[in-house]
């Protein structure tokens, strides 16, 4: 059988036997998600170092071996696939977009645990995968009835980069749009790292949209705020984002940023007690000038509580056993007490509204009886 060749270098640190559990963890270190790459990795830390201090797993220490999930998504997954093969690891987590997930997951996910921590299109069943993040019909569909019932949104245009999750998630928004009385009048998809959007904006223009959905990546929807604000559109529509952090906010300044809206499982500014617990540890460890743990880069740190409470309640690394133990895993971390439904996390989500480089969170979204 042919086994994938290793190009990563490994640390000196790195060991590969009985006393530790080795997890890759695949995080964006370039391109449009390179933005928010580096809170990935201080909230993956931080959590790796809690488990590890209340015991570890299986009384194995958890270490976190980087790999960079910003490149090409087929050697992404060789990557990850040669750690894998040749026992490096025994675990994946991380936040890396959707076409990366599917490269990796018929790879890895049926011989060790694969907890993927990202936002995505929904639809994921693969066996060994389990999901820490939002779905549309989660997200989404209470964002937009919501938008459309206090701001009378019913022109919808959708602007996102030209792969998985923006072209699923606007065909869940058409239907989604059709629900709250309103449609979508118009979509346009660009390639990652997208920089010119003159096009894009004249079309919104024309459209007389209401709303602008933004699909966007990173550092393409820091862009693209600036560019809709300079245009004057930030006037006449809002703007709602599924993907969009206080790190995205500072890129793009606060002049960008009127009327825009986003929905998430979590924001820096909930006041609630586990919030605010998990912003002083993060605090006390890493220091006032370490990057904003937004909703992008906790979702890391949920990645790291999920794989290691799947493991140790299984008592096992035996990705059957995982799946077969993983309806009475739970686990604390900032977003509250969570528990799976299927392999899916279920949480509370919120929709908030930019207010300079900080978000205002508004109300805390209804959840729809369709799960996925």
């Given at each position: 059988?042919?086994?994938?060749?290793?190009?990563?270098?490994?640390?000196?640190?790195?060991?590969?036997?009985?006393?530790?559990?080795?997890?890759?963890?695949?995080?964006?270190?370039?391109?449009?998600?390179?933005?928010?790459?580096?809170?990935?990795?201080?909230?993956?830390?931080?959590?790796?170092?809690?488990?590890?201090?209340?015991?570890?797993?299986?009384?194995?220490?958890?270490?976190?071996?980087?790999?960079?999930?910003g490149?090409?998504?087929?050697?992404?997954?060789?990557?990850?696939?040669?750690?894998?093969?040749?026992?490096?690891?025994?675990?994946?987590?991380?936040?890396?977009?959707?076409?990366?997930?599917?490269?990796?997951?018929?790879?890895?996910?049926?011989?060790?645990?694969?907890?993927?921590?990202?936002?995505?299109?929904?639809?994921e069943?693969?066996?060994?995968?389990?999901?820490?993040?939002?779905?549309?019909?989660?997200?989404?569909?209470?964002?937009?009835?919501?938008?459309?019932?206090?701001?009378?949104?019913?022109r919808?245009?959708?602007?996102?980069?030209n792969?998985?999750?923006?072209?699923?998630?606007?065909?869940?928004a058409?239907?989604?749009?059709?629900?709250?009385?309103?449609r979508?009048?118009?979509?346009?998809?660009?390639?990652?790292?997208?920089?010119?959007?003159?096009?894009?904006?004249?079309?919104?223009?024309?459209?007389?949209?209401?709303?602008?959905?933004?699909?966007?990546?990173?550092?393409?929807?820091?862009?693209?705020?600036?560019?809709?604000?300079?245009?004057?559109?930030?006037?006449?529509?809002?703007?709602?984002?599924?993907?969009?952090?206080?790190?995205?906010?500072?890129?793009?300044?606060?002049?960008?940023?009127?009327?825009?809206?986003?929905?998430?499982g979590?924001?820096a500014s909930?006041?609630?007690?586990?919030?605010?617990?998990?912003?002083?540890?993060?605090?006390?460890?890493?220091?006032?000038?370490?990057?904003?743990?937004?909703?992008?880069?906790?979702?890391?740190?949920?990645?790291?509580?999920?794989?290691?409470?799947?493991?140790?309640?299984?008592?096992?690394?035996?990705?059957?056993?995982?799946?077969?133990?993983a309806?009475?895993?739970?686990?604390?971390?900032?977003?509250?007490?969570?528990?799976?439904?299927?392999?899916h996390?279920?949480?509370?989500?919120?929709?908030?509204?930019?207010?300079?480089?900080?978000?205002?969170?508004?109300?805390?979204?209804?959840?729809?009886?369709?799960?996925?």
């Open positions: 059988m042919h086994r994938p060749q290793l190009r990563l270098t490994t640390p000196e640190w790195f060991t590969a036997d009985d006393s530790t559990l080795n997890v890759a963890l695949v995080y964006p270190m370039q391109g449009p998600a390179g933005i928010f790459g580096p809170t990935c990795e201080a909230c993956a830390r931080l959590a790796a170092e809690e488990v590890n201090k209340a015991g570890g797993v299986l009384g194995k220490e958890l270490r976190l071996l980087e790999v960079d999930g490149g090409d998504p087929e050697q992404v997954a060789q990557d990850v696939e040669a750690l894998v093969a040749t026992g490096a690891v025994q675990g994946v987590t991380g936040w890396h977009i959707s076409s990366v997930r599917q490269a990796l997951a018929p790879r890895i996910a049926h011989r060790v645990p694969y907890v993927y921590t990202a936002l995505y299109e929904g639809g069943h693969t066996e060994g995968v389990f999901m820490t993040s939002e779905t549309p019909s989660w997200q989404l569909l209470p964002a937009m009835r919501l938008l459309s019932q206090t701001r009378g949104v019913r919808w245009f959708v602007v996102g980069n792969y998985v999750w923006p072209r699923r998630t606007a065909r869940a058409r239907r989604y749009a059709r629900e709250c009385r309103g979508v009048c118009g979509e346009a998809y660009l390639p990652l790292g997208a920089e010119d959007f003159h096009d894009v904006l004249r079309r919104i223009e024309r459209a007389d949209a209401d709303a602008v959905l933004m699909l966007l990546v990173g550092s393409d929807a820091v862009r693209f705020n600036r560019a809709f604000a300079a245009s004057g559109l930030d006037r006449r529509s809002l703007r709602l984002s599924t993907l969009m952090d206080e790190n995205m906010l500072l890129g793009s300044g606060p002049e960008a940023t009127a009327d825009l809206y986003s929905t998430a979590y924001f909930l006041a609630d007690q586990n919030t605010m617990d998990f912003h002083g540890q993060y605090a006390g460890r890493f220091g006032p000038d370490a990057p904003t743990p937004g909703s992008l880069g906790e979702s890391c740190y949920e990645g790291v509580l999920l794989l290691a409470a799947l493991v140790e309640r299984a008592r096992t690394l035996d990705v059957s056993a995982i799946g077969a133990a309806g009475s895993v739970s686990y604390e971390g900032p977003r509250g007490l969570l528990g799976l439904d299927g392999r996390v279920r949480q509370r989500i919120y929709l908030a509204q930019a207010d300079g480089l900080d978000f205002t969170v508004l109300a805390q979204l209804d959840a729809p009886h369709d799960l996925l």
